[in-house]
């Protein structure tokens, strides 16, 4: 028996049945297919032609009325349906009248205007408006919501930003403790490193590690954790180097709280005679930098202020004025070849990460020329963390960076960084690194808003060998989904946000990782109130 279905469906030939389980044999060109398939098909191609016969008489039928029957869920189900083109039954005035320009004079001077969409839906039944009432007062409504959320949105990034701007009084009063130990204990000021290790400090068959910071209670965080979980600690060399006006506080600590039989070394800002002599690149970059800010940026209150600017904007303004980013610890690693002539490789270390391993197989790695050793930031399975590309830190609207790099191209982290000295001192990555800061200055700070890693993604580009994300986990201090085992698995972890673990607004399951470096039994801790929570 035959079946003419359609000119691509052939023929149907069924043979003498010999139970339920018999296969029918359906010849489609040269394809062959169980009776299973020919079922559903029919069924689909019954049910199909049924739907058009249906809803094409449904139609007709509804062509004069008001579209009240079956006919209509064609149009209210989508786009198109068979070719069939929707046809919107919101009123025009509505879409007029929610298009319009906010006047902001009329709103506010229109009375009562709905609080809750309880309150709307209660005014609404009691009216009973026309379309454009209904439009109008729906939009005093969502727009009185939306200045609210604004304003909140604001206050919050405001008052993030103080809070991770301020010096906590707990640290500013280990501070004061520190210097005044400096000034009157002798055992304050030992000469760091002793005489007999000076050699260490220039000899490359060491691990040298340089951390600079303003910053004494972060500082002994990363140098407890750096020798604790170092499997040859005595081969060990910690480059401390610090502003003026903490140096004495720094090296108090330092040597009432020795690291042996690793070697620190504590040296100012002051001590380098290159930052001393003439003219120094990047403390005149930081000088135009304050100006520019000052006078572009007027101050979190006229940022606050500004009633145009999306919230995520003002947050990136206000984080812009942190007192770290003119800060010559955040600016002074661009100089490492200059500030470290004798030596060939360091890993430089922010004074927010916590080391939970042993970092000595950092020097095994083979750079192949390059000069920076980072982890990238554009892969990972975090990716609210790892999902940094460079659209993320520079303005590709700015004509100057469009033509210059590729919006796509992965960024790569500040933080725990090995450099190649040798190959960078080969290389005009410190020229371009200023010569970016002076465009960006002429250009009203236009192309990137704030922070080092900008200029930094520019200067060392075409200069980066990827390492393995186990030395490097980022995130900590601007997100609280990694969990403790999570980053427990980390060689490195990094607090790069504002929650800092030193800070109250630190995340509260995270902050652990940090204080198990403290010694809250330490008499300057223990006065000046410093608390594991």
Known sequence: MQLHISPSLRHVTVLPAKGFKEFIKVKVGSRRF??????????????LLRFIFVLTAVDNIDRDTKCSSIGCLGKRLGPRILGRRTESTVPEVIYQVLEEPVNQDEL?????????????????????PDAKAFALKLKAMVTLLEQRTRNAKIQEYLYRHVASSSIPKQLYCLTLR????????????????????????????????????????????????LVYNSLHPERVVLHI?????????????????????????????????WLTKGRVPVLEAMEKDQKVRSQFRGGSSAIVANNTEKPYVIAAKLQALSPKYNSPMNHIRIHLPELFPSLNKVVFLDDDIVIQTDLSPLWDIDMRGKVNGAVETCRGRDKFVMSKRFKSYLNFSHPLIAKSFDPNECAWAYGMNIFDLEAWRKTTISQTYHYWLDENLK????????????????AFHGHIHVIDPFWHMLGLGYQENTTIETAENAGVIHFNGRAK????IAFPQLRPLWTKYINFSDKFIKSCHIRAS
């Open 34 to 47: 169980s009776y299973r398939m020919v079922f559903y098909s029919l069924l689909f191609f019954t049910f």
């Open 108 to 128: 506010q001077a229109r009375p009562q205007i709905p609080q809750t969409l309880e309150d709307f839906m209660a005014e609404i039944r009691d009216s009973r």
């Open 178 to 225: 520190l210097a005044n130990e400096h000034s009157s204990n002798a055992n304050a000021r030992l000469q760091l490193p002793s005489p007999e290790l000076i050699p260490a400090l220039v000899d490359n068959s060491f691990f040298h590690f340089v951390l600079a910071s303003d910053n004494v209670l972060a500082t002994s965080v990363v140098a407890s954790s």
């Open 241 to 273: 180097i610090t502003d003026r006006k903490t140096y004495s506080p720094m090296q108090a600590w330092f040597s009432l709280h020795p690291l042996t039989p690793a070697v620190i070394e504590v040296k100012g800002l002051h001590h380098f005679d």
């Open 443 to 458: 250009s009203d700070l236009s192309l990137w808003q704030l922070g080092t890693l900008p200029p930094g993604l520019i």
């Open 501 to 504: 673990p030193w800070l109250d």
